[in-house]
């Protein structure tokens, strides 16, 4: 089978899809900030909050989205699982698909801005972007229209200021992004976005467990695959507008995630002193199921040598 697939697919609730989102909202906030090979990394200065600001947008403009993950910053545990990942490791995985995935993302937005030239103006011109959920048009087809264009259109708006104790707050309009949740951290690196571990944490949908980060990181596998696809169908002039474009990618990407989805709701539900909730009609066999199903999704997500 086909990386980013899975039988469940076609039964995947909305529920659970929307629940694993929550499990990734923390990166994916932060993803959606700094979204507005074998060649050599360039290097990007993000020796003050500025400058790190400053790196997003020229990684964006010099057509490296893929590095944007690498300015987002998760604290780690000290914790070492059974298989010796620790959970550092771990997170660094999820970024490095996080970045593949934006990748491809870029091409294919790039080849979306030449086969529809005309319905891509027409849907920017009716104002708003897809992260401000603003202005007119398909939201799908604005993200492959246009996907980074959040911090070109609010760059103006945005404020980063240093606090003199190695954080710093993002402000819009003079107002905290997020309630003040979303800040930035200084790192031996640099400065990097960042969020409250100790808050995220307490959520009953983060990340946990190897298998619940070897998920994500099959997450934006997935996406990178549906992308793919969709990239060559593109490329084969199948749909006439951008409208039929963004309908089919929206599909294509909604079926890969609902198959993790399901995968990471039911491994929350397997861990100990949790128990499926009552007229879920998910039982031991099943949960048992999605369990080894999260295995065989850490062995494909991991790394080749």
């Known amino acids: 089978m086909r990386a980013g697939y899975?039988?469940?697919?076609?039964?995947?609730?909305?529920?659970?899809?929307?629940?694993l989102l929550r499990a990734a909202v923390p990166m994916l906030a932060a993803l959606a900030l700094v979204g507005f090979g074998g060649c050599r990394k360039p290097k990007y200065d993000t020796s003050t909050p500025q400058k790190a600001v400053e790196a997003m947008e020229s990684m964006v403009r010099d057509g490296r989205p893929e590095l944007l993950p690498t300015l987002l910053y998760v604290e780690p545990r000290d914790v070492t699982y059974a298989d010796g990942v620790t959970e550092a490791s771990a997170i660094e995985d999820v970024?490095?698909?996080?970045?593949?995935?934006?990748?491809?993302?870029?091409?294919v937005s790039t080849k979306i801005k030449r086969r529809y030239p005309q319905d891509v103006d027409a849907l920017l011109a009716q104002g708003g972007t897809w992260a401000s959920g603003q202005g007119g048009g398909d939201i799908v087809a604005k993200i492959m229209a246009d996907p980074f264009g959040w911090l070109d259109a609010n760059r103006a708006r945005l404020e980063v200021e240093d606090l003199g104790d190695g954080t710093a707050a993002?402000?819009?309009?003079?107002?905290?992004?997020?309630?003040?949740v979303l800040t930035m951290v200084e790192t031996k690196d640099g400065w990097r976005v960042t969020f409250p571990a100790e808050l995220v944490r307490q959520s009953e949908y983060f990340p946990d467990t190897r298998e619940e980060w070897a998920v994500v990181a099959f997450l934006m596998l997935a996406i990178e695959n549906a992308l793919t696809d969709f990239e060559n169908e593109i490329d084969s002039g199948k749909y006439a507008t951008l409208q039929a474009a963004g309908?089919?990618?929206g599909r294509l990407v909604a079926e890969s995630a609902g198959a993790q989805?399901?995968?990471?709701?039911?491994?929350?539900?397997?861990?100990?002193?949790?128990?499926?909730?009552?007229?879920?009609g998910v039982g031991v066999p099943m949960e048992r199921f999605m369990g080894q199903a999260g295995n065989q999704m850490r062995r494909r997500a991991e790394p080749k040598d």
């Open 95 to 107: 970024k490095r698909k996080a970045g593949d995935m934006l990748g491809q993302l870029w091409r």
């Open 170 to 180: 993002f402000n819009v309009d003079g107002k905290p992004i997020l309630g003040g």
């Open 261 to 280: 989805a399901i995968i990471f709701v039911m491994m929350q539900r397997n861990q100990p002193g949790k128990d499926p909730p009552k007229g879920s």
């Open 6 to 19: 899975h039988p469940c697919v076609i039964a995947a609730p909305a529920n659970a899809v929307r629940r």
């Open 247 to 249: 309908e089919r990618a």
